[in-house]
């Protein structure tokens, strides 16, 4: 069945750090892939999202790119905030067009520091 | 902007006891709603989709006579653990799709269930 795999958190970083959080993925045909972030307190929300190959979701300085060779949506940012401090989530959804059933990975937390 | 909101954020319960969770969306009408699972260190699993109107589709594993889910309304789905036991702790959040925005996704606040 459809899986993904993130990374285990948490991850610590000093404001203004690099942020990768790898992400892979197994599927059959062609997923939707996306990036949710839960703030403390708060429910999930779409980060970005790439529904082909090769496309490159992006927000909030957050960038993530499909690669279809590698199973992989890495989400990354350039330089970090502290209120960037949140969980945040891998997903696909198998499905064409609409994003119906999601399948998540573990979540990994993130805490920048100043 | 749309808002699903969920009620209650935290509960403790006794074992044997029914517990019952609120999914409601706030601004919009969602015909079909989704309740997750996630127990500490591991994925968000869906539980089942909860269509208004109809039964809701359960997925496999996942026991429909525990956990009983009611979307009477447009706005309002509810998830009901019967005869709770300590091994149903756990993180139940839901989701609603907003038609209006191209099926977008939004998830409520979450639910902390211990059952003690």
């Known amino acids: 069945g459809d899986s993904v795999t993130q990374m285990e958190g948490p991850v610590t970083l000093s404001e203004e750090a690099f942020l990768t959080i790898n992400c892979t993925y197994t599927?059959?045909?062609?997923?939707?892939l996306f990036w949710y972030v839960q703030y403390p307190g708060e429910g999930l929300q779409l980060l970005l999202k790439?529904?082909?190959?090769?496309d490159k979701g992006s927000n909030k300085g957050f960038e993530a790119t499909y690669r279809k060779e590698t199973t992989s949506f890495h989400l990354e940012k350039g330089s970090v905030q502290v209120s960037d401090s949140a969980v945040y989530f891998c997903a696909l959804s198998a499905g064409t067009g609409t994003a119906s059933k999601l399948t998540f990975g573990t979540g990994t937390r993130l805490q920048v520091t100043l | 902007g749309a808002v699903v909101s969920q009620h209650p954020s935290r509960v403790i319960c006794k074992s044997g006891t029914s517990v019952k969770i609120e999914c409601r969306s706030l601004?919009?009408?969602?015909?079909?709603m989704f309740w997750y699972r996630q127990f500490p260190k591991q994925s968000l699993m869906l539980m089942a989709t909860?269509?208004?109107?109809?039964?809701?589709?359960?997925e496999q594993g996942v026991e429909k006579d525990k956990f009983l889910i009611n979307h009477a309304s447009l706005t309002l789905s509810t998830l009901t653990v019967t005869s709770a036991h300590p091994e149903d702790s756990s993180f139940y959040i839901c989701?609603?799709?907003?038609?209006?925005?191209?099926?977008?996704?939004?998830f409520g606040e979450g639910s902390w269930l211990t059952v003690v």
């Open positions: 601004d919009f009408q969602a015909t079909t």
């Open positions: 989701s609603a799709i907003q038609p209006r925005s191209g099926n977008t996704i939004y």
């Open positions: 599927a059959t045909g062609y997923p939707s």
């Open positions: 790439a529904t082909k190959a090769d």
């Open positions: 909860s269509n208004e109107g109809s039964k809701a589709t359960y």
